[in-house]
């Protein structure tokens, strides 16, 4: 949001991670046609390290600012009124889609675009209303640089466990069973991890949120838990090789007429 037009953009994220946070701050530098002077982040760990003696940028975040040629500013710790204005239009947008959602009759939309298209509107709306002091603040921005920063983080190395499976920011991941033992490279942006072998993408997945989950894709192991169907009772991921109802079904099916060993080897 702008200050002195109020003017917001307004972005999809699904956590508060570095790439989500460049995402959002790009989107609204290229939608006002510039940079303003500074730009103001609260305590978020993703431009701030809370933790260190000095209270200190974290080297993407302002690496992000370097680019713009922006200048940096971070509140203090519990002192949100020193980002009164957003915090206020904030709370000002959340009532604004809550009418609309109350308007429109109903919660459910049947894509992620659609329900974006929604926010949109509601956010282009109030954009309207401040056109006049917009045009006066786009007077002080800044030019934006020839392109926008790629801010996706990109790990390299990565071995691949006998379980094929790999460990990406304490979240772990399933892939092909023929790439146990070797080391793939992986591309994180604020949603999606690519996977890839040299110059080869092996796949691209969704970007897990939080921390400990796992993403496993039943068809990366299966072929392992075939060779060995006595390790298929005790294996952590389990509950990912029922993909879905139709599968949970036939393996209960195979329970009540089989031994759970031989249930087991008949479901894999």
């Given at each position: 949001m702008l200050t002195y037009s109020n003017v917001e953009s307004v972005s999809l994220c699904f956590s508060e991670s570095f790439e989500a946070l460049s995402d959002g701050i790009q989107n609204a530098f290229w939608e006002f046609g510039g940079v303003p002077a500074q730009h103001r982040t609260?305590?978020?760990?993703a431009a701030v390290r809370n933790h260190s003696d000095r209270t200190t940028l974290t080297t993407r975040y302002a690496a992000l600012m370097d680019h713009y040629g922006c200048a940096p500013q971070k509140t203090n710790a519990r002192c949100a009124n020193e980002n009164g204005d957003v915090e206020s239009q904030?709370?000002?947008?959340?009532d604004r889609i809550e009418q609309a959602l109350l308007l429109r009759g109903t919660r459910d939309f049947d894509s992620r675009d659609e329900y974006m298209a929604f926010v949109q509107g509601i956010v282009d709306q109030a954009?309207?209303?401040?056109?006049?002091?917009?045009?006066?603040?786009?007077?002080s921005l800044g030019p934006l640089?020839?392109?926008r920063l790629d801010t996706d983080d990109v790990l390299k190395g990565i071995r691949v466990s006998k379980s094929s499976t790999i460990n990406i920011r304490a979240n772990t991941y399933s892939v092909p069973s023929r790439l146990i033992g070797t080391k793939v490279d992986a591309r994180i942006s604020a949603e999606t991890i690519t996977v890839?072998?040299?110059?080869?993408?092996?796949?691209?997945?969704?970007?897990?949120?939080g921390k400990q989950a796992?993403?496993?894709n039943y068809r990366h192991v299966i072929e392992s838990l075939v060779r060995k169907p006595?390790?298929?009772s005790d294996y952590r991921y389990r509950e990912e090789?029922?993909?879905?109802?139709?599968?949970?079904?036939a393996y209960d099916g195979l329970r009540s007429r089989h031994s759970e060993a031989i249930a087991d080897k008949i479901y894999l």
């Open positions: 609260d305590s978020l760990s904030n709370g000002h947008l959340k954009n309207a209303g401040r056109s006049r002091r917009f045009a006066e603040e786009q007077q640089p020839d392109h890839m072998r040299g110059d080869t993408v092996i796949q691209t997945m969704d970007r897990l949120v796992a993403s496993i006595g390790a298929f090789m029922f993909p879905s109802s139709h599968f949970r079904f």
